[in-house]
């Protein structure tokens, strides 16, 4: 069975704004690698992570996600899909990380849902 690898693309957008764009899976082999690029953000005041590119986060991922929210002054999660914000609900994480929905994520669910 091969495994997917997380790549993550940092993006400075301005003073005290990063972008990270994550593309892979985000599980138990991969939460180090976006625990350790959140770690060099050096007291970034605001954090994007756009996870449209994830495939599959697991409980490691959540947990990875809460350290950066920690370490972070406001982070906002963009490109939930909707097994993912199903995850975020059931844990009762939809309250504590900001999940931002764009029109675009509305309708790829819809196609989604469609089949």
């Given amino acids: 069975m091969s ?31 976006l625990m350790a690029a959140a770690a060099e953000l050096h007291g970034e005041q605001h954090v994007t992570i756009d996870l449209a590119g994830v495939g599959l986060c697991d409980s490691s991922g959540l947990s990875a996600l809460l350290m950066v929210h920690r370490g972070a002054g406001a982070i906002r999660l963009t490109g939930v899909s909707a097994r993912l914000q199903q995850l975020l609900d059931r844990t009762g994480l939809t309250d504590l990380l900001a999940v931002e929905h764009t029109v675009a994520d509305d309708d790829a669910t819809h196609l989604r849902a469609l089949g």
């Fill in 3 to 33: 495994h997917q690898l997380l790549t993550i693309e940092v993006t400075r957008l301005d003073a005290g704004h990063v972008r990270l764009r994550l593309t892979g899976e985000l599980d138990y082999d991969t939460a180090p690698e």
